[in-house]
């Protein structure tokens, strides 16, 4: 039975992030299989990154990190609730157990995200085509209020709204993935809200908390994004986003979200013992890489996205 008519955008993050994982994400985006990237101003190979983009056309967003290696902004220059004694960014579990009990400073954010955007400006010579969060900072409870008035102060309409119909019964999830990505799903839902009031848009579905690494597949990712079509009527033409992170593994002592020995410890991609790239938590890649390789002709950020709200 023939279902809606899907606009598919797929995204891949963590640009910057190390010279051999922007190689493969601008062969995917050649290939038509990746329709845009998010960028990593604080990465190590952001510069490189960002000259690639502009040679190749890459329609290019910020990929705001507010949990990893050290800040661009006013942050870097003392004490900063948004880092450690050490200053570094508080990480993935910690950055969110900061904003829970109330130890991170909101006009902090502010700053930072602000000044990743002009670093972006810096890097690609204008505007993102959208922001979304590393790891998902942009929809925790007061960051996303904050995340929405920086975007409509910088003329940003696009962002990312991952609500993953179904997340919490895919049984091939972990019990602290699924957690994680149940957590993150109701943060965003409760991020509608703002996110409306300040007149962002998303697409109308979302798929890529259950995909990460080796849990993307063809059949998995058909899968997700037909569960979240359930209900829409045959005919109706709507917008998707494929959350991916394709790439090669890095060689050390390359990649990171900054260049110094101590922060490569913490968030370098290197290789796992069967030569699988891994980010800090030990996320392995490769399978996203092969998956990415499949798809052909998704669409674009620029012109198909509406306010699912």
């Not at 309409?157 to 972990?174: H, I, K, N, Q, S």
């Not at 899968?223 to 991916?244: C, K, S």
């Amino acid at each position: 039975m023939a279902g809606p008519r899907v606009r598919l955008v797929v995204t891949a993050d963590d640009f910057g992030y190390c010279p051999r994982r922007d190689e493969g994400i601008v062969e995917a985006f050649l290939a038509g299989a990746v329709t845009s990237v998010s960028l990593l101003v604080n990465g190590a190979a952001a510069e490189s990154a960002a000259d690639l983009a502009r040679r190749h056309k890459i329609p290019t967003g910020l990929h705001a990190n507010l949990s990893e290696g050290r800040p661009v902004g006013p942050a870097r220059l003392g004490d900063s609730s948004l880092l450690s004694p050490e200053g570094f960014f508080l990480g993935k579990m910690g950055f969110r157990e900061a904003v829970a009990t109330g130890g991170v400073a909101l006009p902090q954010v502010r700053e930072e995200l602000e000044a990743q955007l002009i670093r972006f400006r810096e890097l690609l010579g204008g505007d993102p085509t959208h922001v979304d969060g590393h790891q998902h900072v942009h929809v925790l409870p007061g960051v996303c209020q904050v995340f929405a008035e920086v975007l409509q102060a910088n003329g940003v309409r696009f962002t990312r709204l991952p609500v993953e119909r179904g997340v919490g019964d895919r049984a091939w999830l972990e019990a602290p993935a699924r957690a994680f990505a149940c957590s993150v799903e109701r943060d965003a839902l409760a991020a509608v809200a703002p996110f409306s009031r300040y007149g962002l848009w998303w697409t109308d579905a979302f798929v890529g908390l259950s995909t990460c690494g080796r849990h993307m597949s063809v059949h998995r990712v058909s899968g997700a994004l037909a569960r979240a079509l359930e209900g829409i009527p045959t005919g109706h033409t709507l917008t998707a986003e494929l959350m991916a992170h394709p790439g090669y593994p890095s060689v050390p002592p390359a990649g990171g979200c900054e260049t110094d020995v101590e922060t490569l410890a913490r968030c370098s991609c290197l290789p796992g013992p069967t030569g699988v790239s891994r980010t800090c938590p030990g996320v392995p890649r490769t399978e996203e890489a092969k998956f990415i390789a499949t798809l052909q002709g998704p669409c674009t950020w620029t012109t198909k996205q509406r306010s699912a709200a």
